[in-house]
């Protein structure tokens, strides 16, 4: 029963999802962590972090890593499945039809209003991954963040905007700094 729940919630997922991965994230925590109660927001931003560090598509991997906790193998491979079906069938038409019709204003026109619409989704995202890092637990008490987790975003973020560092680079010293952090 798990593994038919987990597909047809990330099937959910993949034809609600537009714009990639990242535009996905809301969606599937909302359905995730506030209306299946699978995982707690801080459980579900532990998988985003993996879900950006491995290869491969954050949504995928996201269904992937979240299928894994709930159902186990069996539990991946339904939510694996689930995520990527719509995916395949709607870009399959997709392709058809913008190599038949790309030269259509319409078709320009639509893709142009769809952008801030998927910067929109990515920064909801963002905004509550951030909250949950720093504060905790999505609610925003604003003399008692987590100094730690605020200065390792700003530093990450300089670095990251400044100097383009490489993201993987900025994960692991991160993570280093809060190894040495707590073994002192």
């Given amino acids: 029963m798990i593994y038919w729940q987990l597909f047809l919630t990330f ?17 599937i925590e909302d359905l995730v962590v506030h209306q299946e109660h699978w995982l707690t927001l801080e459980e579900f931003s532990h998988l985003i972090t993996i879900s950006q560090m491995t290869p491969g598509p954050i949504a995928i991997n996201a269904s992937t890593f979240i299928g894994t906790q709930i159902g186990g193998v069996g539990g991946a ?6 995520c990527t079906l719509p995916s395949i069938i709607i870009v ?18 639509t893709l142009f ?11 909801s995202s963002g905004l509550s991954i951030f909250i949950n890092a720093i504060w905790g637990n999505e609610r925003i008490i604003w003399m008692d963040p987590n100094w730690l987790m605020l200065i390792i975003f700003s530093v ?9 560092a490489n993201p993987i680079l900025i994960m692991l010293s991160a993570g280093l700094v809060n190894i040495i952090y707590h073994a002192l």
Avoid: E, W
């Fill in 156 to 164: 990450a973020m300089f670095f990251l905007n400044k100097f383009k």
């Fill in 11 to 27: 099937l959910n997922i993949g034809l609600l999802s537009f714009g990639g991965g990242y535009a996905a994230l809301p969606i």
């Fill in 113 to 123: 209003i769809l952008r801030p619409v998927v910067v929109a989704l990515i920064a």
């Fill in 92 to 109: 399959t038409f997709l392709a058809y039809l913008y190599h038949r019709y790309q030269k259509l204003s319409l078709m320009q026109d």
């Fill in 77 to 82: 491979v339904a939510a694996t499945i689930g």
